[in-house]
């Protein structure tokens, strides 16, 4: 179980991302100026789940870019577009999770919604992982998409004074 330290900590971190407005150069004159960049996630994994049962599908490892302005969240994808997937933020008290077969432990997080035709869309958002669940109204199906976050070294903004 992560200290109160190692909690704070993780915070920390992201608060900095947040504070320093750090974006990757390329993708800066694209997104709107009160938009934060949160870090980059690849995708893993996807699973279909019908009748308790899980099946994996396979997937491109795709890149999705994912920014912030506190209200929504913002998925761009690899490709050079404008194109992106919005969520509606609706709690950031921390996301519940187990850490093995008995213990649950609530980690820093954010969880946001989207309707889009009548699929409902749910993600997960941590330092390290984002989780995003489909569910479609006249299916049995559920499916899950599993993203880990892309470590990323970057140097800090001029105006920071922070030393990299």
Do not use: H
């Amino acid at each position: 179980m992560k200290t109160i330290g190692q909690r704070i900590g993780v915070w920390l971190a992201l608060g900095l991302v947040v504070l320093t407005g750090y974006r990757p150069a390329a993708e800066a004159s694209e997104i709107p100026p009160e938009f934060d960049y949160v870090g980059s996630y690849r995708l893993v994994k996807r699973v279909k789940v019908r009748s308790g049962k899980p099946f994996r599908i396979a997937i491109p490892a795709l890149k999705y870019r994912v920014y912030t302005d506190g209200i929504a969240l913002r998925f761009y994808g690899e490709d050079e577009s404008n194109g992106f997937t919005s969520f509606e933020v609706y709690r950031t008290d921390g996301i519940a999770r187990l850490r093995d077969e008995s213990l649950l432990e609530n980690v820093p997080g954010v969880q946001a919604r989207s309707t889009v035709g009548q699929v409902l869309r749910q993600v997960t958002l941590t330092a390290d992982a984002l989780t995003l669940t489909k569910f479609p109204a006249l299916c049995d199906a559920v499916e899950i998409t599993y993203a880990k976050r892309i470590p990323e070294e970057r140097k800090a903004p001029m105006n920071a004074g922070v030393q990299p």
